[in-house]
């Protein structure tokens, strides 16, 4: 069971260049998030989706997009990457919105702009 | 500022000792999960606390809900040097966004020979 699943795992990027990220669950779960993390403030919230084809924002949503066109897939978008970006991104799934579902973590997309 | 405050940073401890790691809120908790997160690795999901005074154990860590202090801790028993790592607590706060987990900053645990 593979769980949540993240590719790349690393990735240089140069200023004003694009990429997706992407995540996949096989847990059939209806909500997905993705995260950065910086050293010394945690996990902050980028995006999130509670279902197939819907999205919203969270706590840091400037300079990224995403799109869930599919339930098992959530992804992130850098359209023209900033060294602010540089940090390291964490895909989560869960059942559903409630307070008693633990989110799933992917192993996280090491992402590095210069 | 945090919402969700994690002490200390950081702690050092001998093996067989025994560490303690506190998660305070500043808002009500609805419910308060533990990760572990190894360098370079994703968040590995320990426990979950629902209900004031509730307690949870697995091997030797155990986890604790206060809810009048609105905090939460987590006690490693006898420390091995598999319990070394970075220590997060998540917590829902929000009543109307179930899901939307904020973060604490993490406590980074060493475990010495």
């Known amino acids: 069971n593979a769980g949540v699943t993240q590719t790349p795992k690393f990735r240089v990027l140069k200023t004003g260049q694009s990429m997706t990220l992407l995540c996949a669950q096989d847990m059939n779960h209806e909500y997905m998030y993705w995260y950065r993390q910086d050293p010394g403030m945690g996990l902050r919230l980028i995006h999130y989706s509670v279902g197939e084809g819907t999205t919203a924002k969270g706590e840091v949503p400037d300079g990224y997009n995403v799109s869930r066109l599919k339930k098992q897939n959530f992804l992130l978008g850098l359209e023209s990457a900033a060294p602010s970006q540089t940090s390291v991104y964490f895909c989560a799934s869960t059942r559903q919105g409630a307070p008693n579902q633990p989110q799933h973590f992917g192993d996280g997309t090491r992402l590095s702009i210069l | ?113």
Do not use: R
């Open chain 2, 1 to 113: 500022s945090q919402e969700l405050e994690q002490s200390p940073q950081s702690l050092i401890v001998q093996e067989g000792k025994n560490l303690t790691i506190n998660c305070t809120s500043s808002k009500t908790l609805y419910g308060l999960y533990w990760y572990k997160q190894k360098y370079g690795e994703g968040l590995i999901f320990l426990m979950m606390l629902q209900k004031g005074g509730e307690e949870k154990s697995h091997e030797k860590i155990t986890a604790k809900l206060d809810e009048k202090k609105q905090q939460s801790s987590l006690h490693i028993t006898a420390s091995q040097p598999s319990h070394a790592g970075i220590y997060l607590c998540g917590a829902d706060i929000n009543s109307d966004s179930w899901g939307k987990l904020q973060f604490g900053a993490g406590t980074q645990v060493v475990v010495t020979p």
